[in-house]
């Protein structure tokens, strides 16, 4: 599925490498005839974003066995930040064990959310592996390529970029397995009926009812709440910042009138702007 921003799209493209990560393939799957430009970490790619405002950056924000991506809300709710969100892409991920045919597998390799993901599976069949988080899932190829023994879940296209076989694919096939990544700009998009969805960073007074009296204007015009999260304010113990995504747009009136209505609430606001987010993909 393709979809097309309301901008001329980007020269170059950051996201969560290496070559190889789902993040990748998000990347190539929407951006295929960009440049694209891996780095290691969530915090690298928002800093290249920073550095480079036409640029675009793609980041995972929550996988749905491993939960939310803390550095990715953390860095888009940066006081002073200019990110706006451009997209919300869903990937269909897949998982392999990748290895060597015929190794005694001692250790496995990945990022936290596919060891979440596959709990159960490794506790039937790799009881006595010891399990080794890595930043990426193609880190965790790397180093099972680096080592007899060695075996890294990741998608099945990394055996062939790191030398090594298919052990297993897919892992967990009957339990869906959902990453949701952003496109984040910049930029704000220009209001659109075809926005789905719109994002807010909310800091509410520290006093009882704060959040049921936010959340009020939501509820009673029948505004469906997608996301909610609390993130420590730096600096500031037991202060929080709260994530919020909702259905509808600020292209509709009533929207307008409902965000005006909770930003009484509210020490402060921040509109990430309205955004599509039909766009699913499969690894």
Same mark, same amino acid.
């Given at each position: 599925?393709?979809?097309?921003?309301?901008?001329?799209?980007?020269?170059?493209?950051?996201? $969560?490498?290496?070559?190889?990560?789902?993040?990748?393939?998000?990347?190539?799957?929407?951006?295929?005839?960009?440049?694209?430009?891996?780095?290691?970490?969530?915090?690298?790619?928002?800093?290249? $974003?920073? #550095?480079?405002? #036409?640029? +675009?950056?793609?980041?995972?924000?929550?996988?749905?066995?491993?939960?939310? @991506?803390?550095?990715?809300?953390?860095?888009?709710?940066?006081?002073?930040?200019?990110?706006?969100?451009?997209?919300?892409?869903?990937?269909?991920?897949?998982?392999?064990? $990748?290895?060597?045919?015929?190794?005694?597998?001692?250790?496995?390799?990945?990022?936290?959310?596919?060891?979440?993901?596959?709990?159960?599976?490794?506790?039937?069949?790799?009881?006595?592996? /010891?399990?080794?988080?890595?930043?990426?899932?193609?880190?965790?190829?790397?180093?099972?390529?680096?080592?007899?023994?060695?075996?890294?879940?990741?998608?099945?296209?990394?055996?062939?970029?790191?030398?090594?076989?298919?052990?297993?694919?897919?892992?967990?096939?009957?339990?869906?397995?959902?990453?949701?990544?952003?496109?984040?700009?910049?930029?704000?998009?220009?209001?659109?009926?075809?926005?789905?969805?719109?994002?807010?960073?909310?800091?509410?007074? #520290?006093?009882?009812?704060?959040?049921?009296?936010?959340?009020?204007?939501?509820?009673?015009?029948?505004?469906?709440?997608?996301?909610?999260?609390?993130?420590? @304010?730096?600096?500031?113990?037991?202060?929080?910042?709260?994530?919020?995504?909702? /259905?509808?747009?600020?292209?509709? /009136?009533?929207?307008?009138?409902?965000?005006?209505?909770?930003?009484?609430?509210? @020490?402060?606001?921040?509109?990430?702007?309205?955004?599509?987010?039909?766009?699913? +993909?499969?690894?």
């Amino acid at each position: 599925m393709t979809a097309t921003l309301q901008r001329t799209e980007p020269a170059r493209v950051a996201y $969560l490498g290496p070559e190889g990560s789902f993040a990748h393939l998000v990347a190539r799957k929407r951006f295929g005839d960009n440049e694209l430009v891996p780095r290691g970490s969530v915090d690298e790619v928002f800093d290249y $974003l920073l #550095d480079e405002p #036409d640029s +675009f950056a793609v980041v995972p924000v929550e996988n749905s066995s491993g939960g939310v @991506i803390t550095a990715t809300v953390d860095r888009i709710m940066e006081a002073g930040a200019p990110y706006h969100i451009r997209e919300g892409i869903a990937l269909n991920v897949k998982l392999a064990l $990748l290895g060597r045919e015929g190794d005694v597998i001692d250790r496995i390799y990945s990022h936290f959310a596919p060891f979440h993901h596959c709990a159960k599976w490794l506790r039937a069949h790799y009881p006595g592996a /010891e399990q080794v988080v890595t930043p990426s899932t193609p880190q965790a190829a790397i180093r099972a390529s680096q080592e007899r023994g060695g075996a890294a879940i990741g998608a099945r296209e990394s055996a062939e970029r790191y030398g090594l076989d298919i052990l297993h694919y897919p892992i967990e096939a009957d339990t869906p397995n959902v990453t949701e990544f952003l496109v984040v700009a910049h930029q704000a998009n220009a209001e659109s009926p075809r926005n789905s969805r719109t994002s807010i960073a909310v800091e509410l007074p #520290d006093s009882s009812g704060s959040l049921f009296r936010f959340l009020g204007p939501f509820a009673n015009n029948g505004i469906n709440m997608k996301r909610i999260e609390s993130r420590p @304010i730096v600096g500031q113990p037991n202060k929080y910042r709260f994530f919020v995504e909702i /259905e509808g747009n600020t292209a509709d /009136e009533t929207i307008r009138r409902v965000l005006d209505e909770a930003r009484g609430y509210c @020490i402060h606001m921040k509109d990430f702007g309205s955004y599509p987010s039909e766009i699913r +993909f499969e690894s």
